[in-house]
């Protein structure tokens, strides 16, 4: 099923990033697109997925990449249904999230890490909660879009040592993450409010 999405997409035999939801200048579109250009020259078949709102792309973030000579390694999947979604991670090598702005948590890095997907994360926000940098990812600032790229690159120069992050961020999302925990964790605290309260 993987194979028949690669090759749905013109990405079978690529290098493969993705970048999912919210298509926004802010969620770092724009400095990813600049980082693929830099990426290019070293990795010829480098193929991006964008899964998100395919008119955002289209309008705002293709007239860029024709910009950047780069347009032809785009691939805008529109936003995927459930079937789909893990396909998309699946074929993808390196998953991207290079936010500008101060996201709270950044769900997405988790559904990477379930998938045994290694990722580059912002230092904004929330990130550095999720991915363990050096361990199941790194952690590196977007506006510094050669160090970023560099980043991406030791993984895509690396596939051996993207697996073992990607298995390391998918063991960090099971013991750390799970439902139960987080629920245990909400009960503790507000055991400690009431007991202050009657306190």
């Known amino acids: ?23 926004h200048e802010q969620k770092g579109v724009g400095k990813l697109l600049e980082m693929i250009a830099l990426l290019a020259p070293e ?23 024709e910009a950047l000579g780069i347009r032809e390694r785009i691939v805008p999947t529109g936003w995927l249904g459930p079937e789909e979604l893990p396909l998309a991670y699946a074929a993808t090598d390196v998953f ?13 890095n988790l559904e990477a890490m379930e998938h045994s997907r290694p990722v580059v ?23 510094d879009v050669a160090a970023y790229a560099g980043r991406i ?27 139960e925990r987080l629920a245990d964790e909400f009960l503790e605290e507000y055991e400690a409010a009431l007991g202050a309260r009657r306190a």
Do not use: W
């Not at 993987?2 to 990033?17: C, K």
């Not at 994360?121 to 506006?143: L, W």
């Open 96 to 108: 991207v999230t290079p936010s500008i702005c101060f996201d709270t948590f950044g769900l997405v």
């Open 1 to 23: 099923e993987t194979a028949a999405f690669r090759e749905r997409h013109g990405l079978t035999g690529a290098q493969v990033l993705a970048i999912g939801g919210r298509l």
């Open 43 to 65: 990795f010829p078949e480098l193929r991006l997925i964008v899964m998100g709102k395919r008119a955002v792309y289209d309008e705002e973030f293709a007239p860029r990449a």
């Open 153 to 179: 690159a030791e993984l895509l120069r690396d596939p051996a040592r993207a697996r073992a992050m990607g298995e390391a961020g998918r063991a960090r999302l099971l013991g750390g993450f799970r439902m």
């Open 121 to 143: 994360a912002t230092t904004f926000g929330g990130s550095r909660e999720v991915v363990e940098d050096g361990a199941s990812g790194f952690i590196e600032n977007p506006f």
